[in-house]
Structures are given as C-alpha cells and as structure tokens.
C-alpha cells in the first residue's frame, strides 16, 4: 500500500475555490456549483432547497442534519459537497413510500413516530428518523437497550427520549408487520428500565450492544 | 459557524496529494489534509483554525485497505473506524482494535471518521492513540522527500500534535498483532454516551509461562498530554485480593491530568486509577489461549469471535 508511492513523481493538482457538485439525492440526480467550503446540510437546503435536513449544532454533535451516504447515517454539517460529489444521499425527504396511486405514504420509522408521538418540537426529528432507518436496517430487531445506542448520537431537548426509543421499537414492528397494532395507550414500565440503565451504566450499555449488533451481522 | 475560505484540492494518488501539500503552502497561509473531518470540520467550523488549503484525500483509490497478516493490522488512510470495528480478521489479530473503536464517539461520526485521521489529529483524549502506544505501533508518512515510518512513541508530540512535517501525508497506520497468550481490555468513563472521556485506559496482560509474575502495561487517554505507556508489572504483583492501592498509587503518579469544566484534575486522576484497575481484570479475564494468539490465522474452529471479547466494565 505504501511502498515507493513517492517515488512515482506526481504532479500537483490545481485547487479550486468554486465547483459544480453533482449528487443523486433521493434517487434524483441533482447538480448546483457551490463554493468549496459549503458544508452538505447547507448544500441541500440553499443549493438544493430541501430544508428537511436541519441544521443545528453545526459542529457534529447534535445529529440533527443527519443523512444517509451510500446508505449509511453520516453527519451532513462535517462534510463538504465537493468532498460527496457522485454519491448518493438520502434525506428526510426520500424515507416516504410512494404508492402505487400516486401518494405518499409515512415509511414505517415515521408511521412510528406519529404512533408514539415520538417528537414534540420535530427539529431534531430529521436527523432521528434517518439515524433509524439505517438502524434498523443493520439490526431489524433490536432490544431497548440497542435502541438507545442506536439514538445515542442525536439530542432531543423536548421528549426525554421516551417515546423515540418506542418509536424505534414500534418501527421494527411495522417493519415485520404493516398491521401490527398500536402498543397500549399510557406509561409503559419497561422503557423507563431502559433509561434508567443508561444513566447506570451507559458505557457498557454502548459496548454490549455494539458487541452483540456485530455478533449478530 | 461556517469555515472560513479555502483552496481545495482533489488529488486521485499519493504522489499528486504530497506533490500538492509540498506545493499549496507557498503563500504560508496554511495547509491541512481531509480525510474523514470528524474532527477537522468542527475545528474549521468553529474557525479555531483557518487553512488557506484543504487537499481532500477522499478521492484518492487504495488507501481504504486493511491488510491483516501474522504480524498485525495496516489500515490505510481512508479506512473509516467503522470498517476496522467490523472487520473480524482484523480484530481476531489485535482484539484492542474493536475494545476501544466501539468507544469513539458515536456510530455515526465512526462512519465517516478515519482511525489514522484521529493519529493524526493527535488528540490526547483520542482512543485510537492510546492504543497505537500501548501496542507499539507506527504511522507511516509519504512527503515529495519519501517515506518513513514513525513509531508511536516519536509520532505524539504534544496536544493536537504530531511530529507529521505539514508537506506530509499519513498513508498508513500499523497495530501489531496482540501477543501470543495475551489479553487486552479498554474501559473509559464520559460525562455523557460517546462524549470525550474524562479519563480511559487500555490495558494488555501477558501470564507469565513460566509462573513468574505477569507483565501489565496499560496506556491512558484524557489524563496526559500525550498518549501515557505504563508498565504496571510491579506495581500488580504488589498487589493482594482486596487491595489494589500499588497500582492506582502507580497510575497517580504517572499521570498529569488538568481541571477543566468537565472535571477536576484530582476526580480524574481518582477515575484513571479505578478504571485501570477494571481495565486490567477485564484484560486477564480476555486473555487468550496461546494457540489462539492472533497470528494464529488459520485456526477458525470453535475459537470466540473478535467482538465477543469486548468488555463491559460498570
């Protein structure tokens, strides 16, 4: 890999302050010349005009711009567009299903959140929703405990995360099953476990659950 | 909390990256490598510094490898900290690879971000440093003068600082393969899931086969200013069931770690001590048999997998 890379004399290429960047977005092939220094978050809202990715941190932590690269979440403020440029995205725009009559139906990570009220104030809900889809996708059936690692990046300030944890859980469901009924109306028990072990002891939390997502793909 | 402009560059091989590094610079307003940026971008973000260039390696083919032989793991530049966590051959070879990668920030940030990236980046608090240290491993760096491998104990230089000349590319990092007989654990405390660590330690045991006293070096995160090596032999064979004061004396005085508003530095010089202790039951608890020591590639049969080793330790 890196034996005599330097004695191949390479010339230096030129740089660049502007660039056009050509993506498929949502399965749509979308272009717009951007200055270099534009991050992806703010290359789909100005460039592109789907403001469904929100900004909100701007510096990685708050998981609210999250979309998905090529399939896997990624936080869309610590990338450049220029940096993606042929690849494809996936944003809080795309997750619906198109049905065959012609209308937009909730894809069942959202079904989930409106059956759980799985958001209050819905900024953080974007960065959630495609966090999930990824999720579940890696792990169709994850405990509570997984659940929890699986949001673990994205901060929510309005629900506590009680009822986004079931949402993910209710997810998984209308994933197997389109009609899977509604979980019962009220407290439920086995979430506030939940997260009261993650205050325990969220460490092991992360590295069980991590350690059992790879035994189990 | 946008970056300040830059020039940006888009080398397709090593030679045209360090050919551009050694070039971009003439105006001496700054050059800095893209990789991964789970790091880099907060920091241009934040604009706590401002690059005059930006040459983007994320187009460059060959250097996602991950070659693992007998005698460890070379992961190339591009290799993303998710790809080595899942990689199973890598982490059969050194299992402190997965213990530590399932501790950097969150999944999403270890999708994008890159483990020489974060060497790189030279972060005393970063996982991935300590364990280079403690395995004794190296980075590799490419400039328009050649190559040359720079080991772990001469790479950290300082907070945020490698001995990397800014005309020269980490193309590789190399982890040895754990040792023969060997076992390793990595145990850290944060304020906060995925947060930075207020302290962490790394930790690898050899029993000795001859009933001697067992060798124990544990490295530390968050708790030095450059990634801190320690050999805790003596001071664990001082110790007796019950008592384990020898060592955390040890790792006090080992340490330097700063007040800051997440912590002090006496709380986190009493968690390093408590963690190393955890870190070092936890590791004699993974050691492995000898025949299945990680250079041992063949052997596949009813031998644990590489994450079922990983410890929870709360």
């Known amino acids: 890999m890196t034996t005599s890379v330097a004695a191949q004399a390479g010339s230096p290429v030129e740089g660049q302050l502007r660039r056009l960047v050509e993506v498929t977005v949502n399965g749509v092939h979308r272009s717009a010349e951007v200055e270099v220094r534009r991050t992806l978050a703010d290359f789909l809202r100005h460039d592109l005009a789907l403001t469904g990715t929100h900004v909100g941190c701007e510096h990685g932590v708050c998981g609210a711009c999250t979309v998905l690269l090529d399939g896997l979440p990624v936080r869309s403020c610590l990338l450049f567009a220029v940096t993606v440029a042929g690849h494809a995205i996936t944003t809080i725009e795309g997750l619906g299903l198109l049905q065959p009559d012609g209308v937009m139906k909730p894809s069942p990570v959202q079904q989930a959140f409106r059956d759980c009220h799985g958001l209050q104030c819905g900024f953080c809900t974007p960065g959630m929703l495609t966090t999930i889809t990824a999720g579940l996708e890696a792990n169709p059936h994850p405990t509570a405990e997984q659940a929890v690692d699986m949001i673990a990046g994205n901060l929510c300030r309005c629900t506590g995360y009680q009822n986004i944890v079931e949402a993910v859980l209710r997810a998984a469901e209308l994933i197997d099953n389109p009609d899977a009924p509604l979980p019962d109306e009220g407290f439920d028990e086995e979430s506030e476990d939940v997260l009261g072990s993650l205050n325990d002891s969220d460490a092991s939390t992360k590295a069980r659950t991590d350690a059992r997502r790879k035994g189990e793909n | ?314």
Not at chain 2, 123 to 146: F, I, Y
Not at chain 2, 204 to 231: K, N, Y
Not at chain 2, 250 to 278: C, F, K, M, N
């Open chain 2, 1 to 314: 909390m946008k970056p300040a402009p830059f020039v940006w560059y888009s080398p397709r091989t090593v030679s045209e990256a360090v050919a551009t590094l050694a070039t971009a610079e003439s105006d001496g307003s700054g050059v800095k490598v893209l990789a991964g940026g789970q790091s880099l971008v907060p920091v241009l973000a934040m604009r706590l510094a401002e690059p005059g260039h930006l040459v983007d390696i994320n187009m460059i083919s060959g250097l996602d490898r991950i070659e693992v032989t007998v005698g460890g793991v070379r992961i190339g530049a591009l290799v993303r900290h998710a790809e080595l966590l899942a990689h199973a051959e890598a982490n059969r070879v050194q299992p402190l690879l997965g213990q530590a990668l399932v501790n950097v920030a969150h999944a999403t940030i270890r999708n994008r971000g890159t483990t020489v990236g974060s060497l790189a980046h030279a972060d005393p608090s970063g996982e991935m440093t300590a364990v280079l240290a403690l395995t004794g491993g190296s980075v590799t760096a490419v400039s328009v003068r050649g190559e040359r491998v720079i080991p772990a104990d001469e790479f950290f230089v300082g907070p945020l600082e490698s001995c990397l000349e800014h005309d020269e590319l980490a193309v590789s990092a190399f982890f040895p393969a754990s040792p023969a007989g060997s076992g390793s654990a990595f145990v850290e405390m944060a304020r906060r899931h995925g947060d930075y660590a207020l302290a962490g330690v790394c930790a690898v045991v050899s029993p000795s086969a001859t009933g001697g006293p067992p060798s124990v070096r544990c490295g530390f995160l968050s708790v030095t200013e450059t990634p801190l090596v320690v050999d805790l032999s003596e001071a664990w064979a001082a110790c007796t069931q019950g008592n384990e004061d020898p060592v955390m004396s040890a790792v006090h005085a080992a340490i330097d770690p700063q007040d800051d508003i997440h912590a002090t530095a006496e709380y986190r010089s009493h968690i390093a001590g408590v963690l190393t202790v955890r870190a070092i039951h936890a590791a004699f608890e993974n050691v492995r048999p000898r025949a299945d020591a990680g250079g041992n590639l063949g052997r596949r049969d009813g031998v644990a997998g590489p994450m079922s080793v990983v410890r929870s330790e709360q």
